[in-house]
């Protein structure tokens, strides 16, 4: 892994991890589209806590009431507010699930005609919930069970190709909430799933240490890459949500699946 190539990581994931076209499909795809050796699941993981942290500063608000509130969920007799009590709902069902599905994932998830169906498929569930959508909902006074449908949602992003904004917006449009607040539920849900998987493969890499290589220098410059990239993906995506129409991003996923299969013959 060149330099050169870690900053590109970086710039595509800072694009697309907030954008509903899958970052992990387009890191997953990199090597096999230019015949360059895959720089591995750590690799992509530290591109994700990258554009996490940059959902951490951007919605540092939404992180801090969180946080706050977070204790009087678990404690008896104590009530949070809605928005949090549907985030630790979805958060728990998504960590839940997720490590159930993780050794399928890790064994399958990379295969380019997977994720070429991915693409496709999600795409089209995209479209479809925001077309068929009549409401526009906010978070609060959200059902618990909604939230358990978006946190299941969210696992299927273990596989590259389904996009993990797009998974969760998918499911939030589906269940009637606004573009705006189902945008900013999609990517604050992302911070729990990419810090907790980061810091299980840390571990796995840190009592297995053979055979693990890559660059410490460009992987922590293509993580700085995406954190910058993600902060300016997400200013203009939430100014530019209620105004965007997921067809593009449909058409775009088609192609890029399309491109795929071609590359397969």
Known sequence: MTLWMAIVYGIIQGLTEFLPVSSSGHLALLPFIYEFKDPGIFFDLAMHVGTALAVGIYFHKDVLRISKNAIFFILPGKTCDDFTKNFMIATFFTGFFALILKPVAEAYGRNEVFIAFNLAFFG???FISDRI????????GFRASSSIVIGLSQVLAIFPGVSRSGITITAARFLGLSKADASSFSFLLSLPLIF???MLKSYNLMSRPQGVQFELFNCAIGMLVSFFVGLATI???MKLIKRIQFGYFLVYRLILSALV???LK
């Open 124 to 126: 089209i569930l995209l």
């Open 261 to 263: 299969f071609y590359l």
């Open 235 to 237: 200013h203009y995506f």
């Open 196 to 198: 907790a998987a980061f």
């Open 133 to 140: 959508s009549k409401t526009n909902k906010n978070m609060e």
